[in-house]
C-alpha cells in the first residue's frame, strides 16, 4: 500500500507489443522529475497545467539520448507520459524515474492508490455521452473537488500550527463555508450530470404538440392528426440539443372529459393522469398553446402540477393562424415564444430558448463540483461546519470515499 506522501509511476498499458505505451507519474516529487528530464519541442516554459499536451523528448540525464514522447497534465503532481510501446523504452523511462526516488508499482496498486473522488469521477466520466457532459466530469478526474479539498486541510493545518487567534480562525471558517455552499449548489446540478434532463410538452388536445415533438427531434416521432386526442400516452425520444442528452415526452392533450362516454373518458383519464405525472417531473415544460386556446392559456397552465425546481416555456404554436386580434394578446404575454411547425425563424428561436434553459442546467466547467450523491452529501455537512476540526474531519473523510 503506498503512502500519499510517495511518488510513484506505473506502466498503465498492458505488457507486449504495442505502438504507443503510457506511463503514470504522481506525487510530491513528480514535477521535479518531469523538469529534470523533458525537454519540449517549443521553447515555451514548463509551467503546466491539466490537459496540456506537450511534445518532446524525455532523457535520463542532460548528455544522453532520448525518448519522443508526449507529455500530458492530469492534475497537480500527476502526469500521462506517452512514449514508443517497446520494453526498453518504458524500462529507460522508469529507470529514470526511481534513480529520483519515485516508486515504480505494479497498475493494480497504483489503481487502489487513487483517490477515491477521482474514481467516482471517472465512474461518471464513462457514462457521459456528450462532450459537454465530459467535459465537466473530465474536470473532475484531473482534480478540481481534490486540489480544493488538499488546499483546505493545509490552509486548517497552517492556522493550527500557527496558534492564531480564535477570530482569525473563525473567519477562515466563514471563508470555507462560503465556498463550500458555492460547490454544493453546483452539485445539485452535478449529481445529475450524466442523466439525460428531462422536457415535457403540455397542453390542451389538438394544439400540435406531436407535431412540434417531431419538428424538435427532426422525424416523425409521434404520429399525428388533425383530430383532438390522437395521443393517449406519453411518447418518449432521446435527442441532444446544444450539447445536453434531452429524454423529451410528447403527452396526451389534457381536458375535461365528462363529455365522454365511459369506456372513452377511461381511456382518457389515464392518458392525462400520465401526462400530469410527466409534467410533474418535469426539468423543462413546455406549455403548447394554439391561436384559439391562447385566451386561457395562464388558466390551463395554473392547472398543472408544476415543480418549483420546472422551468417553463409557453409556446404559442400554428402562428400562421394568428389574427390581428390574438396576436396582440400573444404580444403581451411575457416568456413565451410563437412558433409554427411550417415557420422555421419561429422554430429557429425555440431551439435557442431551449439551449439556452438546457445548458444552464450543466455545472460550470473548471471548478470543484461534486458529481455523486456521497460528494454531495459531503459537501453540504462542510457548510454546517462549526469549527476548524470539524471542516477538516468533513474533508478528510470526502478524500477518503467515507460517505456522511
Known amino acids: 500500500m503506498t503512502s500519499i506522501d510517495e511518488t510513484t509511476a506505473t506502466r498503465l498499458t498492458g505488457v507486449g507489443l504495442s505502438a504507443v505505451a503510457v506511463i503514470g507519474l504522481r506525487g510530491p516529487l513528480a514535477i521535479q522529475c518531469v523538469r529534470d528530464c523533458f525537454v519540449p519541442a517549443s521553447k515555451s516554459n514548463l509551467n503546466f497545467s491539466a490537459g496540456q499536451v506537450r511534445y ?39 529507470a529514470s524515474l526511481t534513480d529520483r526516488g519515485v516508486q515504480s508499482v505494479e497498475s493494480s496498486t ?8 477521482l474514481s467516482e469521477a471517472e465512474h461518471v466520466l464513462q457514462r457521459c455521452v456528450t462532450s459537454q457532459q465530459a467535459a465537466v466530469a473530465l474536470d473532475q478526474t484531473r482534480g478540481q473537488l481534490v486540489q480544493w479539498c488538499e488546499r483546505w486541510l493545509q490552509r486548517i493545518d497552517a492556522a493550527s500550527s500557527s496558534g492564531e487567534l480564535p477570530e482569525k480562525n473563525e473567519s477562515l471558517l466563514d ?13 445539485e446540478r ?14 390542451p388536445p389538438n394544439v400540435g404538440k406531436s407535431s412540434l415533438m417531431n419538428q424538435i427531434v427532426g422525424f416523425r416521432r409521434s404520429i399525428t392528426h388533425d383530430s383532438a386526442g390522437t395521443t393517449r400516452d406519453v411518447l418518449q425520444c432521446d435527442t441532444v440539443i446544444a450539447g445536453v442528452p434531452v429524454r423529451m415526452s410528447d403527452t396526451a392533450g389534457i381536458r375535461e372529459t365528462s363529455h365522454l362516454t365511459e369506456s372513452g373518458a377511461a381511456i382518457e383519464r389515464e392518458g392525462i ?37 420546472t422551468n417553463v416555456v409557453e409556446v404559442l404554436n400554428k402562428a400562421d393562424l394568428l389574427s390581428d386580434d390574438t396576436k396582440s394578446i400573444a404580444d403581451k404575454i411575457e416568456h413565451q415564444t410563437i412558433a409554427s411547425v411550417d415557420d422555421d425563424p419561429g422554430i429557429g428561436k425555440l431551439m435557442k430558448t431551449l439551449a439556452a434553459h438546457l445548458t444552464a442546467t450543466l455545472p460550470p466547467r473548471h471548478s470543484p463540483v461534486p458529481i455523486c450523491q456521497r460528494q454531495l452529501d459531503l459537501t453540504n455537512q462542510l457548510c454546517r461546519a462549526v469549527s476548524l476540526d470539524d471542516a477538516a474531519t468533513t474533508l478528510r473523510q470526502l478524500l477518503a470515499g467515507v460517505a456522511s
Do not use: Y
Not at 175 to 183: D, F, H, K, M, Q
Open 56 to 94: 518532446g523528448t524525455w532523457k535520463s540525464r542532460p548528455d544522453g539520448p532520448g525518448e519522443s514522447i508526449v507529455l500530458t497534465p492530469m492534475a497537480d503532481g500527476s502526469f500521462e507520459i506517452h512514449g514508443h510501446g517497446g520494453e526498453a523504452a518504458v524500462n529507460a523511462i522508469l
Open 110 to 117: 497504483w489503481q487502489r492508490s487513487a483517490s477515491i473522488l
Open 175 to 187: 471563508e470555507l463555508c462560503s465556498e463550500a455552499r458555492t460547490i454544493a449548489a453546483n452539485g
Open 190 to 203: 452535478g449529481v445529475r450530470l450524466s442523466e439525460p434532463r428531462r422536457l415535457v410538452l403540455a397542453g
Open 273 to 309: 393522469r400520465r401526462a400530469s405525472v410527466a409534467v410533474e417531473s418535469a426539468d423543462l415544460l413546455l406549455v403548447v398553446c394554439q391561436p384559439s386556446t391562447l385566451m386561457d392559456l395562464q388558466d390551463f397552465r395554473r392547472s398543472l402540477p408544476v415543480s418549483k425546481s
